[in-house]
T-cell receptor, first 113, second 115 residues
Framework: GNSVTQMEGPVTLSEEAFLTINCTYT??????LFWYVQYPGEGLQLLLK?????DKGSNKGFEATYRKETTSFHLEKGSVQVSDSAVYFC????????????FGAGTRLFVKA | ETGVTQSPTHLIKTRGQQVTLRCSSQ?????VSWYQQALGQGPQFIFQ???????GRGNFPPRFSGLQFPNYSSELNVNALELDDSALYLC??????????????FGPGTRLLVL
């Protein structure tokens, strides 16, 4: 079946460090891929998305590229800020029986000043 | 444009009771999905409603049921509550995109504690 695997956290970085959070997926066909962010005490917010192979999603300095050949969608940011501290979820959406979204387990990021 | 709202924000129930959670979708959205997020885990898809009909279901037992109303708001009902039902319940609204997946907008969630 379809699934999403992302690196375990927590990830602790100093401000202005480079961030990578790995995400790989298993799915038939061509799912759409998403990164969501969850700040403490809040619901999920869409961070970025990509709908086909080689697409790059970007938002607020974060980027991720849909790699069909490696079934990956790694999240990167060149310089993190304290305000980026949150839980990040990789997800895929696939049609058939409704557009079901499958989430990874989440990666908690702590950024120190 | 109002976002997705959910009520109540917090709820405490005991085993065996029934609960109803409510969700108002974002203006213009005709699809609502419900997710269960246990502590420290990613959200798990419960089911989706499109134009008042269930349109996809995850691996949840029949005691999890739902409704969608003509104004596209939705309810999640859980009967015979179990301790493991304690979780954050998230509602997400979206609108169909021709030939493609939906971008979902999430509410803040309802935190349910079953004692």
């Amino acid at each position: 079946g379809n699934s999403v695997t992302q690196m375990e956290g927590p990830v602790t970085l100093s401000e202005e460090a480079f961030l990578t959070i790995n995400c790989t997926y298993t799915a038939t066909g061509y799912p759409s891929l998403f990164w969501y962010v969850q700040y403490p005490g809040e619901g999920l917010q869409l961070l970025l998305k990509a709908t086909k192979a080689d697409d790059k999603g970007s938002n607020k300095g974060f980027e991720a590229t849909y790699r069909k050949e490696t079934t990956s969608f790694h999240l990167e940011k060149g310089s993190v800020q304290v305000s980026d501290s949150a839980v990040y979820f990789c997800a895929l959406t696939k049609g058939g029986g409704g557009f079901k979204t499958i989430f990874g387990a989440g990666t908690r990021l702590f950024v120190k000043a | 444009e109002t976002g997705v709202t959910q009520s109540p924000t917090h709820l405490i129930k005991t085993r065996g009771q029934q609960v109803t959670l409510r969700c108002s979708s974002q203006s213009g959205h005709n699809t609502v999905s419900w997710y269960q997020q246990a502590l420290g885990q990613g959200p798990q898809f419960i089911f989706q409603y499109y134009r008042e009909e269930e349109n996809g279901r995850g691996n949840f037992p029949p005691r999890f049921s739902g409704l969608q109303f003509p104004n596209y708001s939705s309810e999640l009902n859980v009967n015979a509550l179990e301790l493991d039902d304690s979780a954050l319940y998230l509602c997400a609204s979206s609108t169909r995109e021709a030939g493609g997946p939906q971008t979902q907008y999430f509410g803040p969630g309802t935190r349910l504690l079953v004692l």
